[in-house]
Nanobody, 124 residues
Framework: QVQLVESGGGSVQAGGSLRLSCSASGRAFSSYFMGWFRQAPGKEREFVVAIRWSVGSTYYADSVKVRFTISRDNAKNTVYLQMNSLKPEDTAVYYC?????????????????WGQGTQVTVSS
């Protein structure tokens, strides 16, 4: 089992920034991805970004490229999501997720473990 604990959500005005954190604990796998998804009210959960932990390869949804940056701290088993130039349409619950294996995953069903979610609200 892998446990994921997120932090860092909040409210910000359009154009502002937030940084989310997700710490992983529990069983260690040799090959895995950690990613961020988000879900706005009435919408499906959507892929935001993922990082292949072993090599640091990153994959972004087109809607957040340039504005969002994923990074990791190996020593802390923590992944970060730096969100800049936030827009009202970025408002959602953001979820950290963990997928076992070497292949990039962008569908929620492909992820094995999930955090509890953290709310991000961007006002205009």
């Amino acid at each position: 089992q892998v446990q994921l604990v997120e932090s860092g959500g909040g409210s910000v005005q359009a154009g502002g920034s937030l940084r989310l954190s997700c710490s992983a604990s529990g069983r260690a796998f040799s090959s895995y991805f950690m990613g961020w998804f988000r879900q706005a009210p009435g919408k499906e959960r959507e892929f935001v970004v993922a990082i292949r932990w072993s090599v640091g390869s990153t994959y972004y949804a087109d809607s957040v490229k340039v504005r969002f940056t994923i990074s990791r701290d190996n020593a802390k088993n923590t992944v970060y999501l730096q969100m800049n130039s936030l827009k009202p349409e970025d408002t959602a619950v953001y979820y950290c997720a963990y997928a076992i294996g070497p292949a990039i995953r962008t569908m929620p069903i492909e992820y094995d473990y999930w955090g509890q979610g953290t709310q991000v609200t961007v006002s205009s």
